[in-house]
């Protein structure tokens, strides 16, 4: 039975470091912090001016009504959220996958490659939508994969001539097939 070495290596050490010195920035924040006072009010009496603020205290305003929302706002807000945490963990685990320790050099280009077509996607979305808002729409969300887009677009009704625009301006930016783009609309 082979027994395992520990070899200590510079990414180790550097890690190391790293981690060190976090824990190091976080004790002076720690320490640096200004002590909240052990009384149970949550007043504050200024020196200047000797008047006492009540900090803590919450008051409703309208509470009896409620705001009336936009549901395609709210999707909107929402879509660009879920896809920006997909993208995080997708460029998360890239980055994981290219730091990690045992990879033969063309496994580190094929990674890499994957990452640089991930920034790509991300920089093509950015682009669709800004085009597509500047033509005159309220809002879009643009999801590409590389085989596939599919664009959201927040509209009252869409007719051929601005469908064959949202789709030109996807054939521009990216390398996928007419027949993979596909058009969504919100009201």
Avoid: W
């Amino acid at each position: 039975m082979k027994r395992p070495t520990v070899i200590i290596g510079k990414k180790q050490i550097i890690m190391t470091c790293l981690t060190l010195m976090l824990a190091v920035a976080v004790y002076i924040n720690y320490a640096a912090a200004p002590k909240l006072s052990d009384s149970p009010s949550d007043t504050v009496e200024t020196a200047e001016m000797g008047d006492t603020v009540n900090y803590g205290e919450t008051e409703f305003v309208n509470a009896d009504a409620e705001p009336a929302q936009d549901v395609s706002a709210d999707y909107f807000a929402q879509a660009r959220l879920d896809k920006m945490n997909n993208r995080d963990e997708a460029v998360q685990t890239l980055q994981t996958i290219i730091g990690g320790g045992d990879l033969t050099e063309n496994e580190m280009v094929v990674n890499a490659l994957d990452a640089v077509e991930v920034s790509k996607l991300i920089e093509s979305e950015g682009t669709i939508e800004s085009l597509v808002k500047a033509q005159g729409f309220d809002d879009c969300v643009a999801y590409l994969d590389g085989e596939t887009a599919k664009v959201v677009i927040k509209t009252d009704g869409l007719d051929k001539a601005q469908a064959a625009s949202v789709k030109e301006i996807i054939l521009d930016e990216t390398n996928i097939p007419a027949e993979n783009i596909r058009i969504f609309e919100v009201k």
